[in-house]
């Protein structure tokens, strides 16, 4: 599976992007899909994911009810919609996908995923 994030760019506080990523393959649907985020010196961290049929979302307690991901499978791509964006928010941001079950990835983090795409940068500026 080859993944390709794209859409990160500046916004100043509150503002809002959208992030997408897509994938190659036609078992695209087959995978629980994440994205994450590394800041400088940080670790990376999981921010949320989405079970293979979009039923399930889950979120980091620092984005919910902010962020919002979705997939579209016939497409091959996941969306993170990014809103009332903060200056910590400010990372680079990755999207994943696992074979794993979606509460499995969001216990292991990103040691739960198997394939993942280089990063497009956010950055929030105050």
């Known amino acids: 599976v080859q993944l390709q994030a794209s859409g990160g760019g500046l916004v100043q506080a509150g503002g809002s992007l959208r992030l997408s990523c897509a994938g190659s393959?036609?078992?695209?649907?087959?995978?629980?899909m994440g994205w994450f985020r590394q800041a400088p010196e940080k670790e990376r961290e999981f921010v949320a994911g989405?079970?293979?049929?979009?039923?399930?979302?889950y979120y980091a307690g620092s984005v919910k009810g902010r962020f919002t991901i979705s997939r579209d499978n016939a497409k091959n791509t996941v969306y993170l919609q990014m809103d009332s964006l903060k200056p910590e928010d400010t990372a680079v941001y990755y999207c994943?996908?696992?074979?794993?079950?979606?509460?499995?990835?969001?216990?292991?983090?990103?040691?739960?995923?198997?394939?993942w795409g280089k990063g497009t940068q956010v950055t929030v500026s105050s």
């Open positions: 989405i079970s293979r049929n979009s039923a399930s979302t």
């Open positions: 994943a996908v696992a074979v794993r079950e979606l509460p499995t990835i969001v216990s292991m983090g990103s040691n739960g995923m198997d394939y």
């Open positions: 393959g036609r078992t695209f649907s087959s995978y629980v």
